[in-house]
């Protein structure tokens, strides 16, 4: 059973940073490629960042280019995302995701907020 488990989420002032990470199991992590997704309130999930199997062949939303990455640790099934210079429009719940066949398969997130 596929099991994904974010965590490092919470409350920064602008500028800040945080890493979130997600713990993996169920499945041959480092086999597929892994995302970060993001939903804030109102709005549609969006694609944050994606790593290939293969250590550092990544991308980036054009909101998170340079200030966000995207990594991973296939020896100890974790997924991360160092996010730098954050801004009030970061504010979002932050989801693990890994599409496996014909499903993706989805954490239970975890909540960025960016305020003063």
């Known amino acids: 059973q596929v099991q994904l488990v974010e965590s490092g989420g919470g409350l920064v002032q602008p500028g800040g940073s945080l890493r979130l990470s997600c713990v993996a199991s169920g499945f041959t992590f480092s086999g597929y490629t892994m995302n970060w997704y993001r939903q804030a309130p109102g709005k549609e999930r969006e694609l944050v960042a994606s790593?290939?199997?293969?250590?550092?062949?990544?991308n980036y939303a054009d909101s998170v280019k340079g200030r966000f990455t995207i990594s991973r640790d296939n020896a100890k099934k974790v997924l991360y995302l160092q996010m730098n210079s954050l801004k009030p429009e970061d504010t979002a719940v932050y989801y693990c995701?890994?599409?496996?066949?014909?499903?993706?398969?989805w954490g239970q997130g975890t909540q960025v907020t960016v305020s003063t």
């Open positions: 790593i290939a199997p293969v250590v550092g062949n990544a």
């Open positions: 995701s890994v599409q496996l066949a014909l499903r993706r398969s």
